[in-house]
């Protein structure tokens, strides 16, 4: 695979972040990649792969995370308004144009899409409801008690057993490996995170949305019950723009479940994002 371009940045004055630039000849444009929550760059292996090279894919860990964590010094929490301030910086450091966002990314990108950064034309908002649902509220309140108490095991099983029940074995067992290994602060800002959400009014994503005026495409997994398709077409209320796909025989974690999954997701997104590119690609077949 490509390598990409490192740089670490000095963003919003106080904080360092790794980036990655997926470099294109042949693209002429550029997305950039919201991580989910307790994810890094490498969480986008597969998502990378399926826009590369018909665009430029930018990817960033937060400050907390992956190889950002290094770099910082972890004295205090990061807002959902903070992420989405580091996010709107980035976009203009790389002129992204096109914006994609996976799980809980999508507050600090829907946050970031609703100060109207000029250079974003689409956005694609993956697994995400405005809605906390009964199965959610369950995941989080199992997650913020075994995140407050530390509990590694518990944490990488119980995101294996709810979001993560539909990907591979192989996969579920790098996610644990991966989530029951983090540092005691990135499981304090997950604990942090998850207590602004369940305090956080029903409506507020939705107010939070509101007024956002470019295409933005919801993708739903069909067997995701914590963020699902349904919940998610909330949005409608929101943003007058909007489009909703369910791919079919997929859950939480989408393009990482199995290949067709990752083909209906490629063709969803480059659809969305460029229609005639996408087509032209479809006729090639």
């Known amino acids: 695979m490509l390598k990409p371009e490192i740089k670490v940045l000095d963003v919003q004055g106080q904080y360092r972040i790794h980036t990655e630039f997926y470099r294109s ?8 990649l919201v991580n989910g929550s307790m994810a890094t760059t490498a969480s986008f292996a597969q998502t990378v792969k399926n826009l590369h090279p018909h665009l430029n894919v930018v990817l960033y860990d937060q400050p907390y995370a992956g190889k950002s964590k290094p770099h910082n010094q972890h004295q205090k929490m990061l807002t959902k308004e903070l992420e989405a301030q580091m996010l ?3 976009i203009e450091h790389f002129s992204a144009n096109y914006l994609m966002s996976f799980s809980w990314g999508g507050t600090a990108a829907l946050t970031a899409l609703a100060c109207t950064p000029r250079r974003i034309e689409k956005a ?5 409801s405005p809605l906390i649902n009964g199965p959610m509220r369950d995941y989080l309140e199992r997650g913020r008690r075994c995140l407050a108490d530390c509990n590694r095991t518990q944490v990488g099983n119980l995101v294996n057993d709810t979001l993560g029940k539909h990907l591979p074995s192989l996969f579920k067992r790098f996610n644990f ?32 949305a509101s007024g956002i005026e470019i295409p933005v495409l919801f993708i739903n997994g069909a067997w995701d019950e ?3 398709a349904s919940d998610a077409q909330h949005f409608v209320q929101s943003i007058e723009n909007s489009q909703f796909v369910r791919l079919e025989n997929t859950g939480h974690f989408l393009d990482m479940e199995h290949k067709s999954a990752s083909h209906i997701s490629k063709a969803a997104m480059l659809g969305f994002l460029q229609p005639a590119h996408a087509e032209h690609l479809a006729a090639s077949r």
Do not use: G, R, W
């Not at 000849?25 to 950039?32: K, V």
């Not at 694609?124 to 995400?128: L, R």
């Not at 540092?183 to 994503?205: G, K, N, R, S, W």
């Open 25 to 32: 000849d042949t693209a002429e444009n550029t997305i950039i």
């Open 88 to 90: 709107l910086e980035l």
């Open 124 to 128: 694609v908002i993956s697994s995400f």
């Open 177 to 208: 490996k991966h989530v029951s290994s983090l540092a005691e602060h990135e499981y304090a800002q997950m604990h942090f995170h998850i207590e602004q959400v369940l305090t956080c009014d029903q409506p507020c994503l939705l107010d939070t």
């Open 226 to 228: 914590y963020t699902s």
